[in-house]
């Protein structure tokens, strides 16, 4: 990396990439390569310090109110902005420093090249001689004002879809409903991708313009912690990679893999998931009360339908309050039977040819419980040091690496006891900010690093006791540090786009096309091979959020079946949730579903698979097409959306008809009202 002055300018260069700073400044001016030049309008770091925003770019925002799910508010202020005092750079080996100074803090914005990819990281250094507290750090990057009508887009994220900066109303920002580690955008200069990743907190991400019509892309972080004199804080990366005409996904998978978030390759990859109880459903509020042991008779039907994993939903110790607050995870509630009983479950789903997933839930016991009581110190605090309290429950740090251990064993030992084969994690996506923090972390490292921490210490589990792990924490953010201890991304962003594009009411051509241009996007923005778990709807859905209703009554029965034609032949494992297959279940009226999902399970076993590559198709009709190819097998799958028929001409030659609607020979698509079909082509 090579660092040069002319005149008023600083230049870094570093093969094809180059980037130009005002060296009167500091700002960076433009990002060149041989395929393009985006010119800035400047990277902007705003501390919430001192319960304001130093800059005075955005308003302030306490982080104390949020709960582990929510993201900070972006909030932009139309007021002139303050300045920083630019204090010179520090031409490192193969980084370039630039620093500022503000009201008693020096921040290090650091600049290195990686390819084709800008990667900047800041740090913060506190010159007071007394202590102070930052809450909340935004990584704000300005567009130029020649950028034209920039068109942007948060792949794989909600909302699903494209905006104009046109469309914008002045310091109305456009924000995700996750977190979220890439904006997209489209300009006069070309493709442009924008990546935010934080290894510590989760962080909200946004686009708004300013009253002169020029986009701001916005990325708050939930950092909280103490500074001490001298002291500096790190936290997280923003990645920018100038694409020009080029495919913009293809440099976003290959970050991911130099950074390590890789899928895992030594566990379950292929199947269909069923999740459920053996007291019922919770949208039934768990009336059929039969223990473990009774409930594994029924296994073999759910085998005949096709079902290879099972996720029982929690059945450790737990009082009235319900099954998601145990009092302690070693123990089975009596409720459901003994030890032997679940061990007689495991037994009856290997004979089977099946696996269990076990569901646990480290948030924390309730404060009075006995494990609560013995282990507070595990408790995130307040600054006061009261124990924080989530759901009722103590808010348990999960990047305590006591708590860690103690989970891994606790999985360990219900290997040894159950034999179970893998876990879905509840609250996955860490626990609330700990201002007593073990050595080496600060307050808000529980956050998204406490789930990743204690995703991977559940899988370190089975590991150890040699296991082929299926693990799916209950993490809905697709952020790529997860993926190596995730070998099932639990798929919730999909669930919220159909949400949102029931409710937008949309022409049906239109909805099949967005569908499809996220579905894509959602594949190509995620790390190769990255599984996702494809569901209708879950416990928490169809009881009390979202829609609270099943599929078949938000959707209607026809509808809701070509949905999970969709979910069952895209790419990722399908799941349904009990009594999806059978209304009476669920202790109400309604449809019986048994044989539309054994003839649809079974086609995937026969005809797909994860091994099949995907290809979406446009159509420009209210079909969804897409190919799976493996080697020289091909198939066409396609999926009407609409009560009408619909006809498109595909493209390829028909030579088959495998499953659903029968097709003609030839290349064209003729399908009922929600018909389907699964087509062999050349």
């Known amino acids: 990396m090579k660092v040069t002055e002319s005149n008023e300018l600083l230049i870094l260069k570093e093969g094809d990439l180059h980037c130009k700073f005002n060296n009167l400044t500091g700002q960076l001016l433009n990002i060149t390569n041989k395929g393009m030049e985006w010119k800035t309008g400047g990277l902007f770091i705003d501390i919430g310090c001192d319960e304001e925003y130093k800059l005075g770019l955005l308003k302030y925002h306490s982080l104390d109110p949020l709960h582990t799910w929510e993201m900070p508010p972006i909030e932009p202020i139309n007021q002139p902005q303050k300045e920083w005092d630019y204090i010179g750079y520090n031409d490192r080996i193969d980084e370039l420093h630039m620093n500022f100074a503000f009201d008693d803090l020096v921040i290090t914005v650091i600049y290195q090249i990686n390819g084709d990819t800008l990667e900047v990281s800041t740090r ?27 068109r942007f887009e948060f792949p794989g994220n909600v909302p699903h879809d494209e905006f104009r900066i046109s469309q ?37 991400s946004g686009v708004y313009k300013d009253e002169a019509g020029i ?35 293809v440099p976003i998978r290959e970050l991911y893999k130099k950074k390590g978030w890789n899928p895992p390759t030594n566990g379950h ?81 290997h004979k089977l040819g099946m696996t269990l997933l076990f569901d646990y839930v480290p948030h924390g016991p309730e404060k009075d419980d006995p494990l609560g009581i013995e282990h507070r110190e595990w408790a995130s605090v307040w600054r006061d040091g009261t124990p924080k309290i989530e759901w009722n429950c103590l808010s348990f740090d999960m990047t305590n690496p006591v708590y860690r251990q103690y989970t891994t064993e606790l999985v360990e030992n219900h ?82 786009v159909l949400f949102e594009m029931e409710e937008a009411n949309l022409a049906l051509d239109e909805y099949a096309k967005r569908l499809t241009r996220w579905l894509n996007h959602q594949l190509l923005s995620t790390p190769e091979n990255y599984l996702k778990l494809r569901f209708l709807g879950n416990h928490d859905s169809v009881s009390w959020v979202w829609q609270k209703a099943r599929a078949t009554a938000v959707y209607g029965v026809e509808k809701a079946k070509a949905f999970w034609v969709l979910m069952a032949t895209i790419d990722g494992i399908p799941m349904i949730y009990q009594g999806d297959e059978d209304a009476s279940i669920y202790r109400k009226e ?36 897409f190919t799976r190819t493996k080697g020289t097998e091909k198939r066409l799958v396609v999926i009407n959306l609409s009560p009408n028929k619909e006809q498109w001409s595909c493209g390829f030659q028909i030579l088959v008809t495998l499953f659903g609607q029968t097709q003609n020979a030839g290349n064209e698509i003729s399908l009922d009202g929600y018909s389907f079909a699964i087509l062999q082509i050349i």
């Open 215 to 249: 986009p701001h892309y916005v990325n708050i972080a939930c950092l909280e912690s103490y500074i001490k004199p001298n002291e500096t804080i790190s936290c997280g990366k923003l990645y920018i990679q100038p694409i020009g005409q080029e495919d913009p996904f």
């Open 269 to 349: 990859t292929e199947g269909v998931l069923y999740s459920c109880h053996p007291h019922g459903t919770m949208d039934s509020d768990f009336q059929d009360r039969k223990t473990i042991r009774e409930y594994a008779e029924e296994m073999e039907r759910l085998k005949k339908m096709g079902i290879d994993h099972v996720w029982i939903l929690p059945i450790f110790e737990h009082l009235d309050r319900g099954v998601y607050h145990p009092t302690d995870q070693k123990i089975i509630d009596s409720r459901y039977g003994t030890d032997e009983d679940v061990k007689y479950f495991s037994q009856k789903l």
């Open 415 to 496: 290997v040894e006891r159950f034999d179970i084969d893998g876990a879905r994690i509840d609250c996955a996506m860490g626990g609330l900010s700990n201002w007593n923090p073990v050595m080496g972390n600060r307050p808000s490292s529980s956050s998204l690093r406490g789930g990743v921490c204690i995703s991977s210490a559940i899988r370190e589990g089975f590991l150890k006791k040699n296991k082929k792990p299926i693990v799916t924490p209950e993490n809905f953010n697709p952020v790529p540090v997860y993926a190596p201890y995730t070998d099932i991304f639990y798929d919730m962003p999909l669930y919220r």
């Open 124 to 150: 913060v250094k506190n010159t007071r001689s007394d202590r102070r507290m930052i809450n909340g750090l935004a990584f704000i990057l300005r567009d130029s004002a020649q950028a034209g009508d920039v």
């Open 590 to 625: 309604g449809p019986v579903l048994v044989e539309f999902f054994t003839e649809l399970f079974a086609a995937r076993k026969k005809y797909l698979g994860n091994k099949f590559d995907i290809n979406y198709l446009s159509t420009n009709t209210a079909i969804i097409a």
């Open 168 to 204: 914008l109303k002045p310091f109305e920002p456009v924000v995700t409903g996750l977190v979220n580690p890439i904006i997209q955008t489209v300009s006069d200069y070309g493709n442009l991708n924008i990546l935010f990743v934080n290894e510590e907190e989760k962080w909200s």
